[in-house]
Each structure stands twice: as structure tokens, then as C-alpha cells.
């Protein structure tokens, strides 16, 4: 059956994805404007004539970026949230974009906490990862232990450092919303917005290098960069 795009809502509670990767949504788009056939997206009834989708947001941003207003879609045979968000993580890992190992970690804090109360095990075995990868990404990415089940809150492995310190700020969580890229503008907005919220990691010495490579370029094209400015205003 065909949607609107415009009836479909993002629910993180359902979906595993934190974010949705750009160049796919774009590649995705000019397929579609081509005439390209889709596997439908599969979505869950709201209230209200909405719908939630559980698999297939880089097939809506395409469609979005081609200009359509409605898309080829199914209804989940799952009932309850849980099943839904059981579904959702099974479509997301066997095709399209691969979660990310961060994506992957959120999912493994919900499934091992009081809402599932799944042991490491079981959880390995649904995504398809051994114990020993499970437990490497999950140390490289916990903070505190807020759950009870051995480990806390999950971050980006960029923040690998900070997290062991135990010095994930709340800036820090606010800033990893962002880490998306659809521009080269957002590139260097995320840059300045993580050295303007006082969240660079100085014991990563890669990450203090670039930032030295870029102030000695910003210092070399300064006049490009204000001329370049110029014409922007």
C-alpha cells in the first residue's frame, strides 16, 4: 500500500538507528528519480492516521530528497513495542546500511536492561557478534554502571577517552545528537561546536593533531577565507 511521508513520525523507542548516512539517502534518491524499484518500507499503525516506521528511513529521506510525497509501505505483524523494536533491530541487520557499532551498543543497553533483562549471550547471538566483540564495545563505550547489569550509558567511540575518565559531560551527549554530516558546513559546525563546548579530548593525541593541522591552514588561507566570506554575505 502507498503512505504519505508526511504521516510517517520517527520513534526512537522503535527504531535502532541513531542517525541516517546522507550519501546513502542521496544515492537511494537518484535511483529512485531513475524510476528504480524499492523494497516497501514496514511501519507500525498510530493513532491519528500516522504510522512509525521499523524499517526503512534512509528509503523516506530518499524519497523526500526525489521529491515524492508518498511511499510503498507494510504493516508489521509486531504488536507490542517490544516485538516492534525486536523487528526493527532484524530488518536493520540484514540489509541496507549496517549499524553502526555505536547504533549497535544503544541496542545492547536496552535489550541487557529491567526492559528485557537479556544476558550477554543471547544478546551476542542476535546481532550476530561473538562475546568477546560484545563486551570490547560496550568497555569502550560505557561511563557508569546505571542499570545494574554490569555497565552504563552508551557513547561514540570518538569520546572513547572522555568516557573512560568518566567525564562525558552533558554538552558532550548534546553534541553527539549532531554527528550526522550533510554538509560540508556541518562538518566544521560539529568541529567548532565540540571545541566551543570545551569537550576535546587532549589525551587523543590524533585528535589534537588535526586541530593543529587545521589552525596552521586556517592561518595560511586566511584571506581566502574572509574574500570567500565576503561573497557569502
Known sequence: MKIKLADIVFDQKLYPRIETNWLTEVNYADAMKTGAKFPPIEVVALAGGKWACCDGWHRIGAAKRAGLDSIEAIVSKAKTEAEQFLRAIETNLTHGRGLSPYEKARIVERLHSAE???????????????????????????VLDTNGFGFGKMHKAPLANLVAAGEVSAEAESA??????????????????????GIVDFEDANVCEVILSIGRWVRENGLRLKEGAKKAA
Open 116 to 142: 528485557f533483562k537479556w544476558s550477554q549471550s543471547k544478546i551476542a547471538g542476535f546481532l550476530h557478534m561473538t562475546k568477546a566483540s560484545l563486551s570490547r564495545m560496550i568497555k569502550k563505550r560505557s
Open 176 to 197: 553527539e545528537a549532531s554527528l550526522a554530516t550533510e554538509s560540508q558546513a556541518h562538518i566544521f559546525v560539529q568541529a567548532l561546536a565540540l571545541m566551543e563546548g
